[in-house]
């Protein structure tokens, strides 16, 4: 049967993310990878609304040290690299992980 939708949908943002770094490029990347999949379920604006979410939530967990916003957050704070990644490496992942799964509550909730 494979992945629900919505957990394929974080999972590939996810991915993404922890390999190339950009959460722009993880969104766009996880979009254009489920797109035609979604298209031909025909979800409602809102189900794809909380698609959306998913896809967000995944585009910023485990951000670390190929993540400008990473430099960025220890520059500012005047944290080390270790810090940095016990601090905002762990609140980005639970920042997108808990979007997610409101995300995928909400998808499930429109179904």
Known sequence: ?????????????????????????????????????????NFSGAQMAALSICIAGGSIVVSHVNDAGFWLFGKFTGATEAQTLKTWTMMETILGTVGAIVGMIAFQLLS
């Open 1 to 41: 049967m494979g992945l629900p939708i919505a957990i394929t949908c974080f999972v590939l943002a996810a991915a993404v993310r922890i390999i190339q770094g950009s959460a722009t490029v993880a969104c766009l990347t996880a979009v254009g990878l489920v797109m035609p999949v979604i298209e031909q379920l």
